[in-house]
């Protein structure tokens, strides 16, 4: 108690967290029959996030927490100021129990994250009422399991190649696609080129242009 009183600790107990210096620190507790109204959000599988490049990523909550609840995520302080990712705020459904997550490498290197890395909180938000997306359901799950390994632009090639095909065939085209994620272009500025092949355009008679 002497310690919370010098250093002006306020216990929001209804709410499941402190504040410590204007920091909120979520609260966990496995006594009693008091519903948890937060909870840690941990990446759900091994993620590669391309530089200066923004990745949905599936998380999952950690701290045992109904899942028919809505509310906000928000990024955790330490994961942020120990690797540099951002992430961003979200209203979310806790349906099955996995979360949409953005994620942005802002760096000019991959960053690689792994899997039950505690990336954020989940704080529960009465009366609020948000469209349910169907975020990894169990009949899709498989399919999609390795689809957050792909840059955001590869995402809309994957959707655009996958809609007439069958579960088997949409996890061979996910699977080519991140195998060789790196020979597409991401942006107008690491457009390469070769010397192997060669054009020529014949312009007859006319004469060059200055």
Same mark, same amino acid.
């Given at each position: 108690?002497?310690?919370?009183?010098?250093?002006?600790? =306020?216990?929001?107990?209804?709410?499941?967290?402190?504040?410590?210096?204007?920091?909120?620190?979520?609260?966990?507790?496995?006594?009693? =029959?008091?519903?948890?109204?937060?909870?840690?959000?941990?990446?759900?599988?091994?993620?590669?996030? %391309?530089?200066?490049?923004?990745?949905?990523?599936? #998380?999952?909550?950690?701290?045992?927490? %109904?899942?028919?609840?809505?509310?906000? /995520?928000?990024?955790?302080?330490?994961?942020?100021?120990?690797?540099?990712?951002?992430?961003a705020k979200a209203a979310v459904n806790l349906n099955?129990?996995?979360?949409?997550?953005?994620?942005?490498?802002?760096?000019?290197? %991959?960053?690689?994250?792994?899997?039950?890395? /505690?990336?954020?909180?989940?704080? /529960?938000?009465?009366?609020?009422?948000?469209?349910?997306?169907?975020?990894?359901?169990?009949?899709?799950?498989?399919?999609?399991?390795?689809? =957050?390994?792909?840059?955001?632009?590869?995402?809309?090639?994957?959707?655009?190649?996958?809609?007439?095909?069958?579960?088997?065939?949409?996890?061979?085209?996910?699977?080519?696609?991140?195998?060789?994620?790196?020979?597409?272009?991401?942006?107008?500025? =690491?457009? #390469?080129?070769?010397?192997?092949?060669?054009?020529?355009?014949?312009? #007859?008679?006319?004469? %060059?242009?200055?």
């Amino acid at each position: 108690m002497d310690f919370l009183t010098k250093n002006k600790c =306020d216990l929001m107990l209804g709410k499941g967290y402190m504040m410590l210096y204007k920091e909120r620190i979520p609260c966990f507790s496995n006594y009693g =029959d008091t519903q948890n109204t937060c909870c840690r959000i941990s990446l759900n599988n091994n993620v590669i996030i %391309p530089p200066e490049s923004e990745m949905m990523v599936s #998380g999952k909550t950690i701290d045992g927490i %109904p899942m028919n609840l809505s509310g906000i /995520v928000e990024p955790d302080k330490n994961f942020i100021e120990k690797t540099g990712i951002l992430i961003a705020k979200a209203a979310v459904n806790l349906n099955n129990g996995l979360i949409p997550m953005r994620l942005i490498n802002v760096s000019e290197k %991959p960053y690689k994250l792994y899997e039950n890395t /505690v990336i954020a909180n989940f704080e /529960v938000i009465d009366k609020i009422e948000i469209p349910n997306r169907n975020v990894r359901t169990s009949k899709t799950q498989k399919v999609l399991e390795g689809v =957050d390994q792909l840059p955001e632009l590869l995402k809309n090639l994957y959707d655009e190649s996958s809609k007439e095909l069958s579960n088997e065939q949409q996890v061979k085209i996910r699977d080519l696609l991140i195998k060789h994620n790196n020979v597409f272009s991401m942006t107008s500025q =690491d457009i #390469g080129n070769t010397s192997i092949v060669e054009h020529t355009i014949d312009t #007859g008679d006319a004469k %060059p242009i200055s």
